[in-house]
């Protein structure tokens, strides 16, 4: 049975950083394009990044690109998301999510239904 499991949300000010954290079970990390989405009240859920199965190949949407930061650690079974800068905009539900195809991450980012496995998420607050 996989299992995703993030942590790390939390209110913050904005300007302020947060990292998020995915532990991952029932899987072979190194097999999956992991990604990190967030759905804000009333709007879709949106890729934020994701990264290849080998961490070679990432993905960032225009919002988040030279603010956040996504790194995997396959042997510890884990997905980072560093959040630098922070924005009220930010404040989202983050959830982490994991794809066994490959392909270009900045496509698969894209499809939320080419992602069968996700989080419980974690919650994003940034005040202004």
């Known amino acids: 049975q996989v299992q995703l499991v993030e942590s790390g949300g939390d209110l913050v000010q904005a300007g302020g950083s947060l990292n998020l954290s995915c532990t991952a079970s029932?899987?072979?990390?190194?097999?999956?394009?992991m990604g990190w989405f967030r759905q804000a009240p009333g709007k879709e859920r949106e890729g934020v990044a994701c990264?290849?199965?080998?961490?070679?190949?990432?993905y960032y949407s225009d919002s988040v690109t030279g603010r956040f930061t996504i790194s995997r650690d396959n042997a510890k079974k884990t997905l980072s998301l560093q959040m630098n800068n922070l924005k009220p905009e930010d404040t989202a539900m983050y959830y982490c999510?994991?794809?066994?195809?490959?392909?270009?991450?900045?496509?698969?980012?894209?499809?939320?239904?080419?992602?069968?496995?996700w989080g419980q998420g974690t919650q994003v607050s940034v005040s202004s």
């Open positions: 999510a994991a794809s066994p195809l490959y392909g270009d991450p900045t496509s698969l980012c894209g499809l939320t239904v080419d992602f069968p496995y």
């Open positions: 029932g899987l072979t990390l190194g097999h999956n394009t």
């Open positions: 990264i290849s199965g080998n961490g070679g190949s990432v």
